[in-house]
T-cell receptor
Framework: EVQLVESGGGLVKPGGSLRLSCAASGFTFSNAWMSWVRQAPGKGLEWVGRIQTIPEGGTTDYTAPVKDRFTISRDDSRSTLYLQMDSLKTEDTGVYYCAPYFYRGMWGHGLVFHWGQGTLVTVSS | EIVLTQSPVTLSLSPGERATLSCRASQSVSTYLAWYQQKPGQAPRLLIYDAFNRATGIPARFSGSGSGTDFTLTISSLEPEDFAVYYC?????????FGGGTVVEIK
């Protein structure tokens, strides 16, 4: 059974930093592209970014609102995905979900078959 | 970016009625269109992928259709647990953006 457990959320002041983690199980983590999706309170779903597998280059892509402020990384030995968030803004407030983005032969690009429970990030003074 | 526009924003229906939700893309996404359901306090759940394929465990009352720029999610007969927010999502190009959502509420 695929499980994704996000952690690290909390209250942070504007301009501050936070690092989220996502512990994955139930699939071969090193073979999966991974991603982060967020949802502001009462709003829709928004992509944050994705990371390829290390053998494929480990390349990251981000969406415009977070580019140059957020960094996605992975530790395949721990089956863990990270999201380093710097220069946080009030509009970064929301629930952050990690999700597999692509797994060859199993999950197509961008299809989110599995979601974690999310972790809440609140940016407020 | 490919923008997805969902309509209506809110759909007020009674249990047993048929729900028809629309999603229009700003450019063709072929059949790379998915639908998700989200209930309050929960993560989204994938219902339909690649326009018309039901995900594992999704009841047959959910069906998807369309290609190119116009897509439809149909719930043939609403059950009480179907009242939720529904999002469409394209995966033709990065970023695979979501639409703004349709709220299906009890009339």
């Amino acid at each position: 059974e695929v499980q994704l457990v996000e952690s690290g959320g909390g209250l942070v002041k504007p301009g501050g930093s936070l690092r989220l983690s996502c512990a994955a199980s139930g699939f071969t983590f090193s073979n999966a592209w991974m991603s982060w999706v967020r949802q502001a309170p009462g709003k829709g779903l928004e992509w944050v970014g994705r990371i390829q597998t290390i053998p494929e280059g480990g390349t990251t892509d981000y969406t415009a609102p977070v580019k140059d402020r957020f960094t996605i990384s992975r530790d395949d030995s721990r089956s863990t995905l990270y999201l380093q968030m710097d220069s946080l803004k009030t509009e970064d407030t929301g629930v952050y979900y990690c999700a597999p983005y692509f797994y060859r032969g199993m999950w197509g690009h961008g299809l989110v078959f599995h979601w974690g429970q999310g972790t809440l990030v609140t940016v407020s003074s | 970016e490919i923008v997805l526009t969902q309509s209506p924003v809110t759909l007020s229906l009674s249990p047993g009625e048929r729900a028809t939700l629309s999603c229009r893309a700003s450019q063709s996404v072929s059949t790379y269109l998915a639908w998700y359901q989200q209930k309050p306090g929960q993560a989204p759940r994938l219902l339909i992928y690649d326009a018309f394929n039901r995900a594992t465990g999704i009841p047959a009352r959910f069906s998807g259709s369309g290609s190119g720029t116009d897509f439809t999610l149909t719930i043939s007969s609403l059950e009480p647990e179907d009242f939720a927010v529904y999002y469409c999502q394209q995966r033709s190009l990065w970023p695979p953006l979501f639409g703004g959502g349709t709220v299906v509420e009890i009339k």
